[in-house]
């Protein structure tokens, strides 16, 4: 499909979520096309009837690792992807390895970061670092001010892509563009709330790190932690384990401990039923093109934010700072999820606002359905 006009209408039948209703809740998860849900159920079917092969389901979630550099793009190359559990893990094993601070030495991060992608940091306070938490203008973590926040010691920025409760959208490549005029400077990015929808602008980023059951459409408990090459020596594994070996499939006793170079020797132990559904998630983006799906999930969330004006509703973000992730403040944010629930629009509500979510599965008719119940 990829480089073809896609058929989006087709591509929706995959998916069960939205034949009755207008899932806009990708954000909280991504529901799974027909492919993934079969995958994960024969995984399930095998392993309770005991017919299933742990070295195949082992081996095929392997797979996993060059469709995501493939569909990451910008150059990334599977040698440089780890196979983690979640966003947390992937920030932890980069944190743990950030060399022992200086004086002076600083990581810089919004002070209103999700979680996941705040503590990690906070943590290397523990270590000596001096953690700046930058502050957010109303709704937005200004790259401005991130930028302001760095000077010749920090270390290492966090950001997120897309902000999970706003959809605020950083620019990624200003950023970038200050971090890698200081060598020793890091930049992390979690891309949770884009890979998937959004393409990531790689140049001068060092990681990126992305839990794949939102926009990747994976099951929970699968993410991906990629390493710029040049940052790959200063990786030390920081929960080796039986996978660690360059070939964990030749002993499992005794020693010796010798990672071996490249991404995989930080590689978790893996739920094989979820990462049988991840890598299936990942062969249907990649036939879609990230492209065409990013041009799509943005058409979908411009239409529905054009649409707000004429419900004295405003979008919170110009087309340039926008997502697919739109955020709107409404009076009793719970009381209109609830109502759109009740006309068959799936929404969610975050730090006061209710959260739509665009994917590529809908279409414009959710789109319409959602103004509607909105003006209703």
């Given amino acids: 499909m990829a480089g073809a006009p896609v058929d989006w209408q087709r591509v929706r039948a995959e998916f069960a979520a939205v034949r009755e209703r207008a899932y806009l809740n990708t954000a909280s998860y991504g529901p799974p096309p027909r492919a993934v849900d079969a995958a994960v159920r024969a995984a399930l079917d095998a392993w309770s009837d005991g017919t299933g092969s742990w070295r195949d389901w082992e081996e095929r979630a392997l797979e996993s690792r060059a469709l995501f550099a493939r569909f990451l793009g910008g150059g990334a190359r599977a040698e440089e992807v780890a196979l983690v559990s979640s966003l947390s893990a992937g920030a932890s094993q980069v944190a743990a390895s950030l060399p022992a601070p200086a004086p002076r030495a600083n990581l810089v991060v919004g002070a209103d970061e999700f979680r996941s992608n705040l503590f990690p940091w906070m943590k290397q306070a523990e270590r000596g670092f001096d953690v700046r938490l930058v502050p957010y203008r109303g709704v937005r973590l200004d790259p401005d001010d991130l930028i302001a926040a760095i000077d010749d010691h920090t270390v290492l920025v966090a950001v ?124 249907f983006l990649c036939e879609l093109g990230a492209e065409a799906i990013e041009a799509r999930d943005l058409d979908l969330a411009r239409r529905f934010r054009a649409g707000l004006p004429a419900l004295d509703l405003e979008p919170l973000f110009d087309e340039h700072e926008s997502s697919p992730i739109v955020a709107v403040h409404v009076p009793e944010p719970e009381r209109v999820k609830a109502s759109l629930a009740a006309a068959g629009v799936v929404a969610a509500v975050r730090s006061g606002y209710l959260r739509t979510s665009f994917h590529f599965f809908n279409d414009e008719n959710d789109v319409d359905r959602a103004l509607a119940a909105l003006g209703r």
């Fill in 160 to 283: 997120s892509h897309v902000q999970s409760a706003t959809g605020y959208r950083m620019d990624l490549q200003a950023l970038a563009a200050a971090c890698a005029s200081r060598p020793d400077t890091r930049l992390f990015v979690d891309a949770t709330q884009s890979l998937g929808a959004l393409r990531i602008p790689l140049a001068g980023v060092d990681f990126v790190a992305a839990a794949a059951y939102k926009w990747m459409l994976s099951p929970r408990g699968a993410a991906f932690l990629w390493v710029r090459a040049a940052r790959l020596d200063e990786q030390r594994p920081l929960a080796p384990s039986w996978k660690t070996p360059a070939d964990p499939f030749v002993e499992y006793y005794g020693g010796p401990y010798a990672p071996p170079p490249g991404a995989s020797a930080l590689d978790a132990s893996l739920a094989w039923p979820v990462w049988q559904g991840t890598t299936a998630a990942l062969e």
